[in-house]
């Protein structure tokens, strides 16, 4: 059996992170839905940066929409971005239906400016939610102080979300509660629980990047080879052993009655950064039912390859993965800082990327104009 596809029989979903028009129009995300059993995709504004900047993929469809009239480029922006979310999610669309609604997603990330800022941010999820109009969207608003509560308020008006940027067990906790509350808001409003989904999403690969360059100023050289690479599946671990006693208990089971669903772990950035560390880890240790691994392309063709599917071992070695956070404490490195650090790094490279992003489209447009400049506040 192709080895991508051993993951399902594991209980574990393979999402793709990556999009870029040609991967719909030539039938590949397709090929790869059947022959590998992709179940969703993810996307971000670097991938989105990439695909415009480095292909010409999008030149004719800018070109015609240029055609009808000078745009600026945030609508230049949504106008290329939307019309691929749209088309992936109905190439995903017959996934959805199969499952029953658990898997067949495109995510669409908020702005990044807006991370600071709850109300602004419910009140642009809810503008793509609409714009888009697929059931099958997921919005990503990451794990923020002021996002935790559009989590909630997104939840509560039926809008499917996926919670980005998660690197700490104690936010997860908040963000599980933020997306139980709003299931409880949206069911006291009279929702159908069954349609909504949401996904938190742990970038796994970010914590040992980080944790393993405060490991090499570690004088003890001994621990900081026994932890190195190990802190962000350890963290993982830890934060599946969570999952699996927060969806529980009398709160959780009056939301079942109702139809709602758990909010899946979504296993993030799990191509590996550090070449010293097998291509394949963070996908062969991070399998567990019920989670979602969300990879990039190569990663996905090194496990194709050569990796290895064996069932529930995000749920072995537990205690071991606690005594390594543990340890990490100990030896002076505090694990709280550090995801905070990442999550304020992550946003910035977010808005990086859009940044750049809107720095290629004024170029595009400013060619397209014959040397225009483009309009102020755009």
């Not at 399902?8 to 990556?18: A, V």
């Not at 608003?141 to 997104?154: F, H, S």
């Not at 010293?276 to 190569?298: Q, S, W």
């Not at 859009?354 to 004024?362: M, N, P, R």
Request: negative net charge; glycine residues 6%.
């Amino acid at each position: 059996m192709n080895k991508l596809k051993q993951l399902e029989t594991c209980g574990q979903s393979l999402w793709l992170d990556y999009l870029r028009r040609s991967l719909i129009e030539n039938g590949e995300l397709l090929t790869l839905i059947e022959r590998d059993g992709v179940k969703g995709v993810t996307s971000n504004p670097f991938i989105f940066e990439k695909a415009i900047d480095e292909t010409d993929e999008y030149t004719n469809a800018l070109e015609m929409f240029q055609a009808e009239s000078d745009h600026g480029l945030s609508t230049i922006y949504e106008h290329l971005v939307i019309a691929d979310i749209r088309a992936a999610a109905d190439v995903l669309g017959p996934v959805y239906d199969k499952t029953q609604r658990r898997d067949g997603y495109i995510s669409l990330e908020c702005p990044p400016y807006l991370t600071d800022d709850t109300e602004a941010t419910v009140a642009e999820a809810l503008r793509l939610w609409a714009a888009v109009a697929r059931p099958n969207l997921m919005i990503e608003v990451p794990a923020t102080p002021a996002g935790i509560p559009a989590i909630r308020q997104l939840t509560g008006r039926g809008v499917n979300v996926n919670i980005t940027l998660l690197f700490s067990v104690n936010v997860y906790d908040q963000v599980v509660n933020a997306y139980i509350s709003g299931l409880e808001d949206f069911a006291r409003s009279g929702g159908n629980l069954s349609k909504v989904a949401s996904v938190a999403s742990i970038f796994v690969s970010r914590i040992d990047t980080a944790i393993d360059k405060q490991l090499d100023r570690l004088s003890d050289k001994r621990a900081a080879s026994l932890l190195r690479g190990k802190i962000g599946i350890a963290s993982a671990k830890v934060a599946y052993d969570r999952y699996k006693v927060l969806f529980t208990g009398p709160r959780w089971q009056d939301l079942v009655a109702s139809g709602a669903k758990t909010q899946r772990l979504l296993w993030a950035s799990t191509g590996v950064k550090n070449p010293d560390y097998k291509d394949t880890m963070y996908v062969e240790a991070l399998i567990g039912r019920d989670t979602i691994n969300t990879i990039p392309p190569a990663t996905m063709d090194a496990f194709r390859d050569h990796g290895e599917a064996k069932p529930d071992l995000i749920e072995q070695e537990v205690p071991d993965a606690r005594a390594m956070l543990a340890a990490l404490e100990q030896h002076g490195i505090s694990l709280n800082e550090v995801t905070t650090q990442l999550v304020v790094d992550g946003v910035q490279q977010f808005a990086d990327a859009f940044d750049k992003l809107f720095g290629v489209l004024a170029r595009r447009r400013h060619a397209l104009l014959g040397g225009d400049h483009t309009r102020p506040g755009d």
